[in-house]
Nanobody, 125 residues
Framework: VQLQAFGGGLVQAGGSLRLSCAAS????????MGWFRQAPGKERELVAA????????YYADSVKGRFAISRDNSKNTLYLTMNSLEPEDTAVYYC???????????????????WGQGTEVTVSS
């Protein structure tokens, strides 16, 4: 499967963005999905995860109440809606797929076996 993330950009603090991740192939609906981010000099961290149906979700504490992960299996697309953005949210954001267990929610990068190319989000103060 190929993943393509887009929707990043420059936004002022307090603003909003919606990231999208388009997936190729016919098995997207069986995959667990996640959004990760990596800021300069920092490790890649999970922002949010969603199971194959969209019925269960996980959020990092730093984004709870501000970000929302969702998916549209009919469009093979994963979304991350980001509100109340803060300068600390500045990073490259990656979408990732776990084809081995679509029902679970996984927080570590090594559990995802497909990655998108990343889209950059910059939040100015």
């Amino acid at each position: 499967v190929q993943l393509q993330a887009f929707g990043g950009g420059l936004v002022q603090a307090g603003g909003s963005l919606r990231l999208s991740c388009a997936a190729s192939g016919r098995t997207f609906s069986t995959y667990g999905m996640g959004w990760f981010r990596q800021a300069p000099g920092k490790e890649r961290e999970l922002v949010a995860a969603i199971n194959w149906s969209g019925g269960t979700k996980y959020y990092a504490d730093s984004v709870k109440g501000r970000f929302a992960i969702s998916r549209d299996n009919s469009k093979n697309t994963l979304y991350l809606t980001m509100n109340s953005l803060e300068p600390e949210d500045t990073a490259v954001y990656y979408c990732a797929a776990n084809s081995r267990d679509g029902s679970g929610l996984y927080t570590t990068p090594r559990t995802y076996n497909y990655w998108g190319q990343g889209t950059e989000v910059t939040v100015s103060s």
